[in-house]
């Protein structure tokens, strides 16, 4: 059983407020064009951003598990300005998570979201492969990680442009030590006594170490994005290849 204490020191990176205004990166720059064109911005009726995400395969997107209750009802690819119309807009068919998922800060923070239909792949629009169900990540491995927003801590106003940052991989037991006690299954990088990492409502997007994407963006601490007194937390993808080859298996298109 979680502690009290635990429960209380976890601060979600999203909630409801911070997830209406979208997400970013911290000390981080413009994304290059026709870079990272698995990016996906996940979005409600309104069209605004709500969670970060990542295309792994034609009709599948990858987000957090904690964006799961908000209305979405769409994704966009294919284009870093959110506010250039030129990209791919798509509807949402069904989205799933983990059975023991119960809230963000305590594990299993992931989603699968089913596209009504394929995206069209090209030059501006690509997949980002999975790592194996077993990867060991490097101690100050250099990694990186994405998405649209806020570029401080309390600031309401969203970029449109895509950000991102290089984050550096901190070893899991450091990681423990300083939050006390982690869910299993994640990865920690970026954050700790630096000020490049990801800031509240960037959740779902991907971390991205040697062109695979092996974490997504979950959790932080007490919504301090500056200057963080932990490590900024992930879940650890490679934990989860069974579950995701699973789903997208079993809700494929049929040929």
Request: aromatic share 6%; charged share 20%; hydrophobic share 35%.
């Amino acid at each position: 059983m979680l502690s009290l204490q635990k429960i209380l020191l976890l601060h979600v990176l999203a909630c409801l407020g911070q997830l209406a205004h979208g997400s970013d990166i911290i000390d981080g720059e413009k994304a290059p064009e026709n870079s990272m064109q698995y990016m996906a911005s996940v979005q409600n009726n309104n069209g605004h951003h709500v969670c970060g995400g990542f295309l792994i395969t034609e009709d599948f997107v990858v987000s957090a598990a904690h964006c799961y209750n908000w209305t979405l009802t769409h994704v966009v690819l294919g284009n870093h300005n959110l506010k250039n119309g030129n990209h791919q807009k798509i509807k949402i068919e069904n989205k799933t998570i983990p059975k023991n998922y119960i809230k963000v800060g305590l594990g299993n923070d992931i989603m699968l979201i089913k596209l009504l239909e394929k995206v069209q792949l090209n030059d501006r629009v690509q997949t980002i492969q999975l790592p194996p169900a077993e990867i060991n990540l490097q101690e100050n491995q250099v990694c990186q990680v994405a998405g649209w927003g806020k570029t401080k801590t309390g600031d309401n106003k969203p970029a449109d442009e895509l950000m991102v940052v290089d984050v550096s991989v901190i070893d899991k037991q450091v990681c423990n030590e300083l939050w006390g006690d982690l869910p299993d299954n994640v990865t920690c990088a970026g954050g700790y006594e630096t000020t490049k990492g990801f800031c509240q409502g960037d959740s779902g997007g991907p971390l991205v170490c040697d062109g695979l994407a092996v974490g997504v963006v979950s959790f932080n601490y007490e919504k301090n994005c500056n200057y963080p007194d932990k490590p900024n937390v992930y879940t650890d993808i490679s934990k989860y290849r069974q579950w995701i080859d699973k789903v997208v298996k079993s809700r494929k298109y049929e040929e």
